[in-house]
């Protein structure tokens, strides 16, 4: 269950991007996509996708367990990694991010925005945004962790009583 908790909240942190610093090259490329950079690094990027890695492999190792397969774990979480990091590339995000804010925002409600990162009260939000996701994230697992027995229980308590 712990697995499988952790997994929905690696993919919810993938939808919740923490902010970056502005970088120069930025102003180069279109604003969705300088902003979509600016709301991921890579470093961020490769954090995240440690996270969904991990709770990949977490997964097929539950999976594995509970099917009794034999397998050669460190080479299936290998496989495992490779194709989420094929698949799942930094620019893939980039482009899903920015394609979204492009259906939703003008590009110089875009470019405000970006001129909004390099104010004060901007490079603030920057600095705090991972702390703020983090803690919210934490907060969100604890009561995850305490609502999910209950809600397997009451369904297997109406598969007993069927």
């Known amino acids: 269950m712990k697995k499988q908790t952790g997994l929905v909240l690696g993919m919810i942190a ?4 923490s902010v970056s610093s502005v970088a120069a090259p930025l102003a180069k ?20 996708m440690s996270s969904i890695v991990q709770n990949a492999v977490a997964m097929a ?6 099917d ?3 397998i050669d774990l460190a080479k299936e979480a290998k496989r495992i990694e490779d194709s989420l990091r094929h698949q799942f590339t930094y620019q893939y995000f ?9 259906k939703n925002f003008k590009d110089a409600e875009l470019k405000k925005i970006l001129d909004f990162y390099e104010t004060d009260l901007g490079k603030k939000w920057i600095q705090y945004t ?4 983090t803690e919210t994230m934490t907060n969100v697992q604890a009561d995850l962790q305490l609502e999910m027995p209950k809600l397997v229980d009451a369904m297997s308590s109406q598969k007993k009583s069927k």
Do not use: F, H
Request: charged content about 25%; overall charge neutral.
């Open 14 to 17: 993938v939808s919740m991007l």
């Open 61 to 66: 190792e539950a999976k594995a367990e509970q």
């Open 68 to 70: 009794k397969l034999k």
């Open 94 to 102: 980039i482009g899903m991010n920015s394609k979204t804010m492009q």
């Open 29 to 48: 490329m279109n604003s969705a996509d300088a902003l979509s950079r600016t709301m991921l690094s890579k470093d961020q990027y490769e954090q995240m």
């Open 130 to 133: 991972p702390e703020i996701i």
